[in-house]
């Protein structure tokens, strides 16, 4: 996994996490609205450092 791009593997976390969106959101600093549209795909250019910081977010949780 860890060959995709940054971006794919966040999505791929995001998708198998097992606590609450809302959750995944307060723990990353970034908002729920966003992280919700970023999840659906939604956020054609999502940014690079909010994506870093949600893939931080779910590394240290696997």
Same mark, same amino acid.
């Given at each position: 996994? +860890?060959?995709?791009? &940054?971006?794919?593997?966040?999505?791929? $976390?995001?998708?198998?996490?097992?606590?609450?969106?809302?959750?995944?959101?307060?723990?990353?600093?970034? +908002?729920?609205?966003? &992280?919700?549209?970023?999840?659906?795909? $939604?956020?054609?250019?999502?940014?690079?450092?909010?994506?870093?910081?949600?893939?931080?977010?779910?590394?240290?949780?696997?």
């Amino acid at each position: 996994m +860890e060959d995709l791009p &940054l971006l794919d593997i966040t999505l791929l $976390r995001l998708k198998n996490r097992q606590e609450s969106l809302r959750a995944v959101a307060s723990g990353a600093g970034v +908002e729920f609205e966003w &992280l919700a549209k970023f999840g659906q795909g $939604r956020i054609a250019d999502p940014g690079v450092r909010k994506v870093q910081k949600v893939h931080d977010y779910l590394s240290k949780k696997q």
